[in-house]
């Protein structure tokens, strides 16, 4: 190890969304898990780790948000007997899980590395042959940014590199450097000319938060004025609803776009979709209050510490104001209160309302017109009744068939938008030309990317996701062995994929994009 240059190439992996894994108490699989991959993350370490030392080059392995997926661990400690310094246990946090506190979040990320012991036994071997891995949070585990939480996991490492690393003399200084390789980045990474990695969560308003930097919310219902974290639209929907839908639907997780995924539960599923609208949906409101705290001068003071902590890493990166710059690019959350929800998810439906009505009184006053003009000519009763029930009939036929036009349920739209590629694709384009970085890289729409940005040499990168996918709109179901990562070796990008079965990198194939009509 000793004789390897010191020089650190990247792979790049995002939106993994560990969850409990495998229950102790049951042996069988949360039903909230979207990652079964431990084994084939452990191969594509041990090839990673080969490949360095055929090179004589390092890593450093960027898990580019959503390692873990905070809001998808619903277990709960025994309410009787709490672990010490843990909020009290409440009926809304038996139903839905835990809340966003520091104590909290360490209880459920304790559950998560015991669910996944091979997933993070490989990591420490990993970091004990001498190569860096650094986790940027993202809007699933935005929970790193407790200190708490961050202290326990190294804990936690420390516990995988004992048991790998054989005892001497050295033992306690290998560890305590490989645990130094193990870095937090809050917010991005950059590399002056070369690499701009970011999350991408803030370039989209479902699940874009606040104070991404100082995500804190003061708990309107402590007494205490007791912290948690300010979580966005999107994760509220997760959290208080979207996870009972998959308590019954396991595969609703793997459709990039909920709206579509709603679309086939209301046709197929339409007694199991109301029950958990009618159930459910109450509580998702409730937490929407939260933002109430949103006012007044300790929400000042959270905002101006987020805006310090922005100038903090500009300062570190030497570029203070393309950093504020880049910041200025994120989103504004969306659906700030209950009203402004109800006035989004409402807009389409009153839109179709008003133009069913509207369509049905031009039909009246048309089918009046034309009635009165077949009508008026000199026939015999008999001719005339019959004619009449005729129309009388027709414009009712004629106009249910306009009401089931107008008002039929739509494969797209919805309230809770998933974030579209050309969106980010956008916004990586500024960040390229305002930091003159050759790449940029994000992750969280699970859709993997490489685009060429107009008029520079660079290039934009998404990482996907390694999760199972569905994409109801274009017909899509990606294969479930899919294990896609962003290297730059050299200071050249790629995107590759792992293949478990031949244990290699191969070419990610990436379709063209769609035709603009």
């Not at 661990?73 to 843990?86: A, E, F, R, W, Y």
């Not at 937090?184 to 874009?208: C, M």
């Not at 937490?287 to 805006?307: C, D, F, M, S, Y």
């Not at 940005?453 to 899509?476: H, K, M, Q, V």
């Amino acid at each position: 190890m000793t004789n390897r240059k010191a020089r650190f190439n990247y792979v790049i992996l995002s939106d993994l969304h560990l969850s409990e894994g495998k229950k102790r108490a049951t042996g069988r699989i949360s039903r909230f898990e979207g990652f079964l991959f431990d084994r084939p993350f452990e191969r594509l370490l041990l090839h990673l780790q080969q490949r360095a030392e055929q090179r004589g080059h390092l890593w450093t392995l960027v898990f580019n948000g959503d390692l873990i997926d905070f809001l998808r661990v619903t277990s709960i400690p025994d309410p009787n007997h709490p672990p010490k310094g843990l909020p009290h246990i409440t009926p809304t946090k038996q139903k839905y899980g835990l809340g966003s506190s520091a104590a909290e979040s360490k209880w459920q990320l304790e559950r998560v590395v015991e669910g996944h012991p091979v997933f993070f036994r490989a990591l420490a071997r990993f970091l004990l042959g001498g190569h860096r891995v650094v986790i940027l949070k993202g809007n699933h585990d935005v929970n790193w940014f407790w200190p708490e939480v961050r202290y326990r996991f190294m804990e936690m490492m420390e516990t995988f590199l004992r048991e790998i690393d054989p005892p001497d003399r050295k033992t306690e200084q290998r560890i305590a450097r490989a645990l130094d390789r193990l870095l937090f980045r809050s917010w991005s990474i950059y590399v002056k000319k070369l690499l701009y990695i970011e999350h991408g969560n803030q370039y989209d308003p479902t699940n874009a938060f606040l104070n991404f930097m100082y995500p804190v919310l003061i708990d309107p219902e402590s007494p205490v004025g007791r912290f948690e974290l300010d979580l966005p639209f999107g994760s509220f929907f997760i959290r208080y609803f979207f996870n009972m839908i998959q308590l019954r639907f396991p595969t609703a997780p793997h459709y990039r776009n909920v709206s579509s995924f709603f679309y086939t539960i209301r046709t197929k599923h339409l007694y199991a979709f109301w029950h958990v609208v009618r159930h459910y949906f109450p509580y998702f409101f409730r937490t929407l209050k939260k933002v109430q705290a949103r006012r007044g001068p300790r929400h000042r003071e959270i905002r101006e510490k987020n805006l310090q902590l922005i100038r903090k890493i500009g300062e570190e990166y030497g570029e203070k104001r393309t950093i504020e710059a880049v910041a200025r690019l994120q989103e504004a959350p969306a659906y700030e209160n209950k009203v402004a929800f109800l006035m989004t998810i409402l807009k389409k439906p009153a839109r179709k309302f008003i133009a069913a009505v509207g369509g049905l009184v031009l039909l009246s006053l048309f089918w009046n017109i034309l009635t009165e003009w077949i009508l008026g000519a000199g026939r015999n009763l008999v001719l005339k009744t019959t004619l009449s029930v005729i129309f009388d009939y027709g414009f009712i036929v004629i106009g249910l068939a306009w009401l089931f036009l107008v008002l039929r349920p739509a494969e797209k739209g919805g309230a809770y938008k998933d974030v579209e590629p050309r969106e980010l694709r956008k916004k990586a384009a500024q960040i390229a030309e305002m930091l003159d970085v050759r790449y940029v890289a994000f992750g969280h729409s699970h859709v993997e990317d490489t685009w060429k940005i107009p008029g520079r040499d660079s290039w934009y990168f998404n990482t996907g996701t390694w999760t199972p996918f569905i994409d109801e709109d274009r017909r899509l179901v990606r294969p479930e062995i899919h294990f896609p990562a962003l290297l730059i070796e050299d200071g050249l990008a790629r995107m590759a994929r792992w293949n478990n079965e031949v244990g290699e990198l191969e070419e990610l194939p990436i379709l063209e994009d769609e035709p603009t009509d």
